[in-house]
């Protein structure tokens, strides 16, 4: 098959498309014919040497896919070949074939066609699990989410606006926060020129949020923690503004306050599993009715995958890039 392979860690010349072998599905796996593969984040980390995949898992970047059942190993049941998927994934989604755990392969929602639901997976999950299950969002809440044009962002905004919450985001430029009240914030804070502290208290007449879903880490901690509101949530997914910051304790406890730091990539096969269920059940039936959907800036061939890299690392894009086979 072919694949995306880094030749060593550094900027995206290192990735170029070599032959490898074809995988063969374990037991409790199944083999995809892969149709499109995500780019994250998470991506470029790796191929910068930062963020190495877990251990047993692919070399080959790549955390979510889509495509049509090839192999199906030993104990699989519900899965039969033809059958047509999209995959959360440990690594190994920028080729033509990966084998996944089958409890981390879920059904291609209704009215989404197979190239654009890569572009489910690793959002859907992400939301799900730290939105939701973790902090615990309820209705009539109020969610504050960075980078609110990015792929998770875009899909932040939309499931907590169809579940009832006030959403609040902060987006860079103009076109990028309009498309973000397009799809459902209640404001959009531009983090360049406005406080989005100052502009969070304003909307929620100095209440705060309840829950925040940050992906810059140690450069926003201390702004996060002041934005929250009483019995607030802040969620860290990502460390884009560094790894490391001072926690004021103080205002941790007078808010009474939780700062939670989750990963997904790195969790056990049975907790990626109960999530990508829940994910089926609870987002599959928004996602069917049209009331929430995945946003993709373009599609990108395979062997340009350099090129879909630079197209991240700049900014230019809202929603996610896709590399297509």
């Excluded at 072919?2 to 374990?26: H, M, N, Q, Y």
């Excluded at 880490?217 to 949530?233: I, M, P, S, V």
Aim: net charge negative.
């Amino acid at each position: 098959m072919r694949a995306v392979i880094a030749d060593g860690a550094g900027g995206p010349e290192v990735l170029s498309v070599a032959e490898l072998p074809d995988p063969e599905p374990g037991p409790g796996e199944v083999v995809l014919r892969v149709a499109a593969a995500a780019l994250n984040r998470a991506d470029l980390l790796q191929r910068q040497g930062f963020y190495p995949p877990p251990p047993g898992a692919s070399d080959v970047i790549g955390m979510e896919c889509s495509g049509t059942v090839a192999a199906v190993g030993p104990g699989v049941t519900g899965w039969a070949v033809g059958d047509e998927a999209c995959a959360l994934l440990a690594g190994g989604g920028y080729a033509e074939q990966v084998a996944v755990p089958a409890g981390q392969l879920m059904p291609v929602p209704d009215g989404v066609d197979l190239v654009t639901a890569a572009a489910l997976p690793e959002v859907a999950c992400t939301v799900w699990s730290n939105v939701f299950m973790i902090a615990g969002l309820k209705p009539r809440e109020v969610l504050l989410v960075h980078g609110g044009a990015g792929g998770i962002g875009s899909f932040a905004i939309q499931l907590a606006h169809q579940l009832g919450a006030t959403v609040l985001t902060t987006a860079g430029t103009e076109e990028k926060r309009a498309a973000c009240l397009a799809l459902g914030a209640d404001a959009a804070i531009d983090y360049r020129e406005q406080d989005f502290v100052a502009e969070v208290h304003a909307v929620t007449d100095g209440r705060g949020a309840d829950v925040v879903l940050d992906n810059m880490g140690a450069k926003y901690l201390d702004r996060n923690l002041d934005a929250l509101a009483t019995e607030g949530r802040l969620v860290i997914i990502g460390m884009q503004g560094g790894t490391r910051a001072e926690l004021d304790i103080n205002k941790l406890l007078r808010k009474r306050a939780a700062v939670i730091g989750t990963t997904l990539r790195a969790r056990p096969v049975a907790e990626k599993s109960a999530i990508c269920a829940s994910v089926v059940e609870h987002v599959w039936p928004l996602v069917a009715e049209g009331l929430v959907r995945p946003v993709v800036h373009g599609t990108v061939p395979l062997d340009r995958a350099a090129d879909a890299h630079r197209l991240m690392e700049s900014g230019e894009h809202s929603g996610k890039i896709l590399l297509v086979m």
